[in-house]
C-alpha cells in the first residue's frame, strides 16, 4: 500500500498558525493511518444506476467479459494510485436509527487531515476514496472549516448505510447489468436521443434520474423525478407469460420532469418530443395535459434566477413494454464510466 510519504515534510514552508496545527495535529492522531481505496463510478446504461468499484477490477479481464467497462476506457494515470494510507485523526460518533422499513446505526466519521484526500468540488468527478476503520467503511460528503493557511483538512461524511452496501462493489462476479427500476424511468431516458427524420426539434438535453444527476453538471440538462406512491396497477391483476413466466402489468403514474438552461423555445420543443415519442412509440401514453412551468431557483450573491423549468406528466405503460425499451437501450449505447479528474491525492 502506498504511504504519504509526504506527510512530515508538509512542516516545512508553513505558516506559523499552520505549523502550530500541524505539530497538535501529530500529537492528537498518534500516526494514526487510515486506509483508502480508490473507487471508479459506473453508470448502468439500462436506468442511470450509479454503482462504485473498486479501480484495481475495472480493467480486469473479468470485470470486462460483463460487457460493461473495457480496459481500454481507462486512462493508465487515473489508475495509478489505487490505495493511499493517510496519517490523520479520526472520530466518530455513532446514533442508532429506527425507521419503518430497517433499522440501522449511523456513524458520523470526522477525518482531519494534512493532506488533501477527496476534491468536493472537482467537475464531474469519476473516482472517490472509500476509507476504512475497523468494519466501518466511509465516504465524505462534507469539507468543513476549510481555512487555507491552516494547511488541514476537516472532512465528514457518514459511514456506508447497510442499504447502501450492494452499491459498493468488491468482486466482479457480484455485479449484475440487470435492469434495477420497477417504473418508466427507461422510456424517458430514451426520450433525450428519439430523434427521428421527422422530427422539427434540435438536440434535446440529456436527462437524468432525480437524485443521480452527475456533480455539478451544467446546464442544459434535465431529471426525471417518478413520484413513487403514484405508481399504481391499472389492470386487476398482471399477466404471467406460461412459457417464460415473465410478469407485465398496465400502471401509470405521475412524472415530474425539471429542466435546467433551456429557453422557452428550447422547452416547447421538449415537450413536442415527448408527444412525438409517446404516439410513435407507443412506450407510453399520456394521461393529463402538460404544461411547461417556470420555477424560481435563485442565488443571492448574483441577485438573478436560473433558467429552471418543470413539467408534470401522468402516464401509462406496461410493464414488459420498460423491458424491451430498456434492452435496446443497452443494444444501442456504450456504457457510461467516469474515470478522471482530481478525484483523489495527486
Request: aromatic letters at 10%.
Amino acid at each position: 500500500m502506498a504511504g504519504l510519504d509526504e506527510f512530515d515534510d508538509l512542516s516545512d514552508g508553513r505558516t506559523p498558525m499552520g505549523s502550530d496545527l500541524f505539530e497538535g495535529l501529530k500529537t492528537l492522531a498518534l500516526d494514526q493511518e487510515i486506509d483508502f481505496k480508490l473507487y471508479g463510478r459506473v453508470i448502468l446504461p439500462v436506468d442511470n444506476y450509479v454503482f462504485w468499484v473498486r479501480a484495481d477490477l475495472l480493467p480486469q479481464k473479468a470485470f470486462a467479459q460483463s460487457g460493461l467497462v473495457t480496459a481500454s476506457t481507462l486512462s493508465k494515470d487515473d489508475m495509478k494510485r489505487r490505495t493511499i494510507a493517510a496519517k490523520g485523526s479520526l472520530h466518530y460518533t455513532a446514533d442508532f436509527r429506527q425507521e419503518e422499513a430497517e433499522n440501522y446505526a449511523g456513524n458520523r466519521m470526522l477525518f482531519t487531515s494534512t493532506q488533501e484526500v477527496q476534491d468536493l468540488n472537482a467537475i464531474a468527478p469519476g473516482t472517490m476514496w472509500i476509507g476504512s476503520f475497523g468494519k466501518l467503511r466511509f465516504g465524505f460528503s462534507a469539507l468543513a472549516g476549510r481555512f487555507v493557511q491552516a494547511g488541514i483538512w476537516h472532512y465528514s461524511g457518514f459511514a456506508i448505510y447497510p442499504d447502501m452496501e450492494p452499491q459498493i462493489i468488491d468482486s466482479a462476479q457480484a455485479f449484475s447489468s440487470a435492469q434495477i427500476v420497477s417504473n418508466s424511468l427507461p422510456a424517458w431516458l430514451a426520450i433525450a436521443g428519439y430523434f427521428p427524420p421527422w422530427a422539427l426539434w434540435g438536440p434535446l438535453p440529456t436527462l437524468f434520474p432525480s437524485f443521480l444527476v452527475p456533480d455539478n453538471e451544467a446546464p442544459p440538462f434535465g431529471s426525471v423525478h417518478i413520484i413513487p406512491e403514484s405508481t399504481i396497477g391499472l389492470a386487476s391483476a398482471p399477466t404471467i407469460d406460461p412459457t417464460t413466466s415473465s410478469h407485465t402489468q398496465l400502471c401509470s403514474e405521475r412524472v415530474r420532469i425539471t429542466l435546467w438552461g433551456l429557453n422557452n423555445q428550447a422547452a416547447l420543443d421538449f415537450v413536442d418530443a415527448v408527444y412525438r415519442y409517446s404516439s410513435d412509440t407507443g412506450n407510453i401514453g399520456i394521461m393529463n395535459i402538460p404544461v411547461i412551468r417556470d420555477e424560481k431557483r435563485t442565488q443571492s450573491e448574483l441577485r438573478t434566477i436560473a433558467q429552471k423549468k418543470s413539467m408534470e406528466i401522468e402516464v401509462s405503460y406496461l410493464q414488459s413494454v420498460m423491458r424491451n425499451v430498456a434492452t435496446q437501450v443497452i443494444k444501442s449505447c456504450i456504457p457510461t464510466i467516469y474515470i478522471g479528474g482530481r478525484g483523489g491525492i495527486p
